[in-house]
């Protein structure tokens, strides 16, 4: 079974900084995806930025990008230039590049990032 | 593109009754459609994943009984909470996918509080 593990409750940053929040699973397969999910206090879910484990180059959405260490299971997300909107609980997700698997997402428990003005 | 729509977003019922939540992809066809439970300040956790047409697989520890969910066409599932109580209260959040390599798109979720 896969786990996935975000070791920052909480983290904070000032407008207009860089911030980053840390994620490790583990799997036994070698084919995957892995995701950062948005979930503002309007409780919707966001996706944020998807990575797919065969690709070597780290993915990139405007101000967000992560840093893919795929021998670390090590999945990091950057946020540069923080804006107030980027407040929220951010999720950290695993998804085996699998049909058998229904592509089924696993969790992690979530950072709550603050962005202070 | 890839909107889902969920409905109601809050419901407030009686103990005993039975309450059925919809989830429907608007835009897209949902080959396969997934329903989580949040509890506050906690992660999404997978109740069951549906395929159109077939009956739900259901994650361990998961009444099938309590929580019945029916994916009867590609565009829409439904989890009924049969004689919810109150334990049975917390925020439930569909999401559905097309196929393929597609992410899952999320609905704005359901508040159930029982009585």
């Known amino acids: 079974a896969q786990t996935v593990t975000q070791s920052q409750p909480e983290m904070s940053v000032q407008e207009a900084e860089t911030v980053t929040l840390s994620c490790t699973y583990d799997t036994s397969e070698s084919d995957y995806y892995l995701f950062w999910y948005k979930q503002p206090p309007s409780r919707q879910m966001i996706l944020v930025i998807r990575?797919?484990?065969?690709?070597?180059q780290n993915a990139t959405e405007n101000r967000f990008s992560v840093n893919f260490q795929k021998a670390a299971k090590s999945f990091s997300l950057k946020i540069s230039d923080s804006q107030l909107g980027d407040a929220a609980m951010y999720f950290c997700?695993?998804?085996?590049?699998?049909?058998?698997?229904?592509?089924?997402?696993?969790f992690g428990k979530g950072t709550l990032l603050t962005v202070n003005p | 593109g890839a909107v889902v729509s969920q409905h109601p977003s809050w419901v407030i019922c009686k103990s005993g009754t039975s309450v059925k939540i919809e989830c429907r992809s608007l835009d897209f066809q949902a080959t396969t459609m997934f329903w989580y439970r949040q509890f506050p300040k906690q992660s999404l956790m997978l109740m069951a994943t549906?395929?159109?047409?077939?009956?739900?697989?259901?994650e361990q520890g998961v009444e099938k009984d309590k929580f019945l969910i029916n994916h009867a066409s590609l565009t829409l599932s439904t989890l009924t909470v049969t004689s919810a109580h109150p334990e049975d209260s917390s925020f439930y959040i569909c999401?559905?996918?097309?196929?393929?390599?597609?992410?899952?798109?999320f609905g704005d979720g359901t508040r159930l509080s029982i009585l």
């Open positions: 999401s559905a996918r097309s196929g393929g390599h597609q992410p899952q798109h």
């Open positions: 997700a695993f998804s085996e590049n699998s049909g058998g698997s229904n592509y089924k997402l696993t």
């Open positions: 990575q797919e484990a065969y690709k070597q």
């Open positions: 549906s395929n159109e047409g077939s009956k739900a697989t259901y």
